[in-house]
């Protein structure tokens, strides 16, 4: 079943978050990710739990390829980029 990885981030150096943007494309695709969403506007219509910042959406094949992109030794310097310039909340769901 498909799985989408889904981050909310609030990006706190816009510059080096650059190097991290160019940095984790070429190995969300090598894992067969694809980019549905990648900080387009937001139009926020109901807001009681959650005001998000800037959000990423990922399509995976399913949810084991899309956690061991995100656990695997390649992205894990890259991850390290991500969290020194930006806080960010990340979920993996299931598709319908």
């Given at each position: 079943?498909?799985?989408?990885v889904i981050v909310d981030t609030?990006?706190?150096?816009a510059e080096a978050y650059e190097s991290y943007k160019k940095l984790a494309r070429p190995i969300v695709e090598?894992?067969?990710?694809?980019?549905l969403a990648r900080g387009g506007d937001l139009?926020?219509?109901?807001?009681?739990?959650?005001?998000?910042?800037r959000i990423v959406?990922?399509?995976f094949t399913d949810?084991?390829?899309a956690r061991k992109?995100?656990?695997?030794e390649e992205y894990a310097p890259v991850k390290a980029v991500r969290h020194a310039n930006a806080d960010c909340t990340?979920?993996?769901?299931?598709?319908a």
């Open positions: 079943m498909t799985a989408y609030k990006i706190t150096n090598s894992y067969g990710g694809k980019y139009d926020v219509v109901e807001g009681d739990l959650w005001t998000p910042t959406i990922l399509e949810m084991a390829t992109m995100l656990d695997s990340a979920i993996i769901v299931d598709g």
